[in-house]
């Protein structure tokens, strides 16, 4: 065996790689040829020809983008809360960061996967993961709203999540860090982690009509660590394919004690056969705790509940599960090509490409082609389940998709490229440079039984001299390139938010015309609503206020409130009253420790805000929504407690006239 040495130096040698690789390549001035502009060119009143979801890392959102452009098109806020919206500070949104930890503000979103129907992206739906406090969302993709969270219990990280089924029958989501099941004694020695840490996947069923998510089940797993995943498609499907990693069950110093062995595993999931056990009763039932929270675009409203059990399958007992397939060093990507015949790895510190083929894998099963078992998972001969092998593609491969012509392109994050290859050959067909050390990238449909062979956009970690410099932080990088051609050009360069992880691409028809324009206000069913100006109304109950407020352009309703006193919580229940596209109102008042209201058309949102002091306060629209937006603001009166100044409200009929600052006081 090798000594901590040897590995220590080897990885330093490939950090070594990775810095000169990532260096600004000699050919980067020219790299970008004469026509690229008009390739990405959108004249002005024109759309994008595709939507392009993009993770927003540690900013726990989701960006939008238009391609071929690279427009910033939406910020979509989902595990993090948002001043620019109000989302996770109003009243209707906070309970959508409840978690059984409390309201979590901030979250760490990876990956990104839209709803299919028969393999094909259908645009309803885009779930995002939570890697921090693990969390699986789906996003409505008619309001852009984020419509549902569910946490996962039994989980230590979510970064191997949320990939789907052909037809969305599940959100399948592997844990990153394995930990002790929730319902066993967590206070053991962490050099314990062989005996008492496990690995859970977690399969997250999915409302064929509403989309509702509920988990399923989960299977109980070695204690290694889950990377990535993707299902199968036409021939595999009812499998599951996930990278693993550490299966030297290290704890400690992971760099060079997860990094021994020269192949680590994929992990086969036979998810029909896990339905089939579940069906029959081999299901356990397990006490855990986890939140699951759920928006409704009638009350415009969230509700959150604590769930209490789930049902736990142990891949250790019902053997026929899971299967674990060598794989070259460290994988992290696991992709299946479109007719799903093909498993690519993508082992990041390997200098190969293994293609495993999915009859193989079945033809080891049932010939019992083991190389023995890892913690009571049969372990496929490599040899029995590999097609072949793309030689010498580059340094650091990670993540492949496929352009539906027979060919892949694998991103190397150490050599900064992507690199073109046939399926069936496994020759390279074509390299480009990146600018620099490409993470993940996306083909339009790319996971899918139908790619759209025309672009693929490229994720970068580092950007160095790509853009003007902004100190130490620098711009987080895209990069589009034709791929039309045999050649991969690359066209355009445009920056992203947080940090870009796995995306997705649709073609815009696909969603555009399911956009919801504005909220009806006769089904606004908002227990605050204010469905006109002649329904608005103030209520005292106790030291609660309640403010039913409309807007519309270009004046609030109430525009002066007197009469709150100093204790008082006082609640703004603003309704946008306009039925008209594209007019969001905003509501702030001064010294509000939350952020501000955006309220759409239709909707009903609620700031509370609590008076720190006497004296009078404005309030405002902070969207600039006509020419009058200045003029759309009032004021609140706060009295000291035990005031005896009568709650009132009025809009444009509370004229000045003579009252002396202290009157009504006692």
Known sequence: MKSIKQYAFAVAALALIAGMQSCKPKSAGSAVSGDAAAKVYVAPGKYDEFYNFVSGGFSGQMSVYGIPSGRLLKVVPIFSVNPENGYGYSEETKPMLNTSHGFIPWDDQHHLDLSQTDGNIDGRWIFANANNTPRVARVDLSTFHT?????????GGNHSSPFITENTEYVVAGTRFSVPPDDKNGDVPINTYKQNFKGTISFISVGKEDGKMDIAFQLQCPGVNFDLSHAGKGKSH?????????????NTLLEVNASKRDKDFIMAVNWKKAEEYLKAGKGKKQAVKYAHNVYNEKTHTATSEIRTE??????????????FIPCPKSPHGCDVDPTGEYIVGSGKLAALIPVFSFDKIQKAIADKAYEGDYDGIPVIKYEA???GEVKKPGL??????FDGKGNAITSFFVSSEIVKWNIKDLKVLDRAPTYYSVGHLCIPGGDTKTPNAKYVIAYNKITKDRYLPTGPELAQSAQLYDISGDKMQ???DFPTIGEPHYAQAVAASVIRDRSVKFFKIEDNANAFVSKGEGTTKVIRTGSKVDVYMTAIRSHLTPDNIEGIRMGDDVYFHVTNIEQDWDVPHGFAIK???TGELLIMPGETATLKWTPDRVGI??????????????????YARVSPAGSTVPLTFSTGTNQPKADSTAAGTK
């Open 396 to 401: 650091g491969p990670l993540h492949t998709e």
């Open 591 to 593: 010294g509000a420790t």
């Open 147 to 155: 419509a549902e969270i569910i946490e996962l219990p039994n989980s």
């Open 385 to 387: 389940a590999l097609y």
């Open 310 to 323: 789930v049902t736990v399958l142990d891949t250790k007992e019902l053997k026929d599960i899971c299967y």
């Open 617 to 634: 306060f404005p309030f405002y629209c902070t969207d600039f929504c006509s020419a009058l937006h200045q003029e759309m603001s009032g």
């Open 238 to 250: 009812g499998w599951f394919f996930f990278s693993c990693y550490n299966t030297e069950q290290a």
């Open 490 to 492: 690359l066209i355009l």
